[in-house]
């Protein structure tokens, strides 16, 4: 669905759940919302997935952390809502990820092995691994300083695509969305909030959605939203930055590593594209979410934190193609940051608004469900229980790959094996279009493997309205380093001819 007809679809229309922000959050309201038969609406000032969402470790763990601070009841649900993700919702971006700690010791060998007991050792098998095992699964580690180490798993995912899908999953059930569409002001009625009124921030048009309840799950900008709601309203959530760096690797990683450090932290290094993620910084965020970036200070704190347990050479400054920052949401509270639980707190304003707080990209899911079960009782409606079902491209990717290769040969096996990844069943719309247009098979950048009939699906199917929506969120080239102002540039032609 174009731009233009998503707003036509919106505009002047009354829905019974208004929800605003399309992340994590955001899309598991409108998820759970509109499979119950609630007439639903998302709007987001930037993109989809564009700000927290899209800029987390990619990960759905279990709360190893959390198994040590004896919260069973976190780790079970979490451990729950990883295997709903990676075996029903969404195979193709979600996946068990091998992970080492490079220490050993009685403790963490009875703690990986309770943490893979929850899971029932689906992942794989949990305990200690050789000093050459552990270097044979991820070779950038420090022979110098590795004895040995413990295996656990958890799952990885492209944390984007997620959210992606899940909002795209609710369009299927009647749902409707808009990015870069600003809430400028919310209207109420009664004492009651009863709608929005809209900022097109692409084409600059205004409109008016009615609701019969508003979901506030703006993430890092939540209190601003409450503050159109009531301008004496508190704070209620505190911003903790969390950054990450992207290097080059030499050779493939099989396994992630988990660096423990001072005060409870850990430094992650983890395979994701080929290429090697490290993070996340943990600090206080007390400025405004839209200034957030990544700084030298940064950068200079993730390499020394890596360099407790990865070698030198793996770590040098040339290196590093990219970089991201994003804002963990938490409620108020009186714990430090890096010992906060990611719990979630909803609560309903004077006028009748639903405000989602906190919360974790792992549990996405049942965090929309809840939210939407408090929404729909503002309007006198319950929420039925229905079983999971499989998101859009839902699909074994290694059979799509081979799909995919055979419809495909002008494409090399990585790319279908990446585009298999990426959208899962949906790759062949994805190319059907290059079988009459062989130019869609040219690569969106030079060494990536990002194709151009990805500009014009994200377009015409996925919603997307700029060249940052379709290379840092669509596609896999920002992250890359791959989104030079000429590869921009062509992207915002291909926009405009999609």
């Known amino acids: 669905m174009r731009r233009s007809e998503r707003i036509d679809r919106i505009a002047g ?98 703690g990986v092995t309770a943490y893979g007991a929850l899971s029932g050792f689906r992942d794989g098998h949990s305990g200690p691994v050789t000093a050459q095992e552990a270097l044979l699964a991820f070779p950038p580690l420090r022979p110098d300083a590795l004895e040995g180490a413990v295996r656990y798993h958890d799952h990885q995912t492209d944390d984007a695509r997620l959210v992606l899908a899940g909002l795209r999953t609710a369009e299927r059930h009647g749902a409707l969305w808009l990015s870069h569409a600003e809430v400028a002001a919310l209207r109420s009625a009664g004492g009651r909030v009863v709608g929005a009124d809209v900022v097109d921030r692409v084409g600059g048009a205004t409109f008016a959605v009615a609701a019969g309840v508003v979901v506030n799950a ?58 090697l993620l490290l993070g996340t910084t943990d600090e206080p965020y007390g400025g405004n979410p839209d200034d957030l970036g990544v700084l030298p200070g940064d950068r200079e704190q993730i390499l020394a934190e890596a360099a407790v347990a990865l070698s030198p050479d793996a770590l040098g400054a040339d290196r590093i193609r990219s970089a991201f920052a994003g804002l963990r949401v938490l409620p108020v509270g009186s714990s430090s940051t890096d010992r906060a639980r990611r719990e979630t707190v ?16 792992t ?63 949906e790759a062949h719309l994805v190319l059907d279009p290059a079988l009459r247009d062989p130019g869609l098979y040219e690569p969106i950048a030079a060494g990536g493997p990002d194709v151009t009939a990805q500009v014009r699906f994200a377009v015409e199917v996925e919603g997307a309205a700029t060249a940052d929506d379709v290379l840092r969120r669509r596609t896999t080239v920002a992250i890359r380093g791959l989104a030079s102002a000429a590869v921009a540039a062509r992207a915002t032609a291909e926009l405009g001819r999609a």
């Open 346 to 361: 909803i609560t309903v304003g004077a006028g009748g608004m639903v405000s989602v707080a906190g919360g974790k990209l």
């Open 363 to 425: 549990t996405w899911r049942a965090i929309g469900i809840e939210a939407a079960a408090q929404a729909l009782a503002q309007i006198g409606r319950s929420l039925p229980a229905v079983p999971p079902e499989p998101l859009v491209g839902a699909a074994d990717p290694v059979t799509v790959a081979r799909e995919v290769a055979a419809k495909h040969p002008a494409l090399a096996a990585p790319v279908c094996e990446h585009l298999a990844r990426l959208y899962g069943a």
């Open 13 to 110: 229309r009354r829905f019974d759940i208004l929800v605003i922000g399309a992340g994590a959050i955001g899309a598991g309201t409108a998820l759970a919302a509109a499979r119950s038969g609630a007439t639903v609406c998302v709007l987001d000032r930037g993109d989809v997935a564009g700000a927290t969402s899209s800029a987390s470790s990619k990960l759905l763990h279990g709360g190893l952390r959390y198994l040590a601070m004896g919260d069973l009841r976190l780790v079970r649900e979490a451990h729950r809502e990883r295997a709903v993700n990676a075996r029903i919702l969404a195979p193709h971006l979600v996946r068990p990820q091998a992970f080492l700690i490079p220490r050993r010791s009685v403790r963490l060998r009875l």
């Open 218 to 275: 703006a993430g890092p900008w939540l209190d601003r939203v409450r503050r159109l709601e009531d301008p004496a309203a508190g704070t209620s959530v505190r911003l903790s930055k969390g950054a990450h760096l992207l290097l080059t690797v030499d050779e493939p990683l099989s396994a992630a590593v988990t660096t423990p450090l001072s005060a409870g932290r850990v430094a992650f290094a983890l395979p994701w594209y080929g290429m």
